[in-house]
């Protein structure tokens, strides 16, 4: 089995809700619990979860996962990326989550590691139905690229620079892919709750 870390991002400042989007409820659960609570049933090397709030660190150290508070979130998602490479331990990949992506299924997680099992020198990602989502499994060769990233870049620079490692994952519920940036995708995400 290859060692794949786990790191969640939930950091973010939330600029297109004007208000913190993580302590918004779906079903009286926070929505950054369901995403933590979904990795509790992998098997991963460890968990890192990157945040700026006591009450996520809190909920990710009871959960058994390493908590990084994250000061710097206000520089862009380059310093959640950073803070969770520099305290992980040395793995084969690095599976990164956003924590505004609540309805991730464990199956979809499962098909991911599995492919970067058979593939474990490739960027693995999922198609939710053609549209690329998270989350992303980077190999260890990538890790100083990610650790060089600036500001607001994303994991999304590296993919292209590196086209010829990405291995796309097909995922046919499309529901997965939604991240909830606005109060419309929160009051979808409100009616997707109930009816999953």
Known sequence: MLRISAIVMASGMSKRMMSDKLHLKINDKYIYEYILETIKECDFYETIVVAKNED?????ERLGYKGIK??????????????????????DGFMFF??????????????????????PSKIVLPYYNGTRGNPVIFPFH???????????????????????LVIGVDIQREYENLDIDTIDDYEKAKKLGINL
């Open 142 to 164: 990538l890790k100083e690229d990610l650790l060089n990233l600036k500001e607001d870049q994303g994991g999304k620079i590296v993919i292209h620079n590196n086209q010829d």
């Open 56 to 60: 996520i660190l809190r909920k990710a």
């Open 98 to 119: 956003v924590a505004d992506q609540p309805f991730i299924k464990l199956t979809t997680i499962q098909k991911l590691c599995s492919e970067f099992e058979y593939n």
């Open 70 to 91: 994250n000061p710097r979130y206000y520089l862009g998602q380059s310093e959640s990326i950073k803070a969770a490479l520099r305290s992980s331990k040395e793995a």
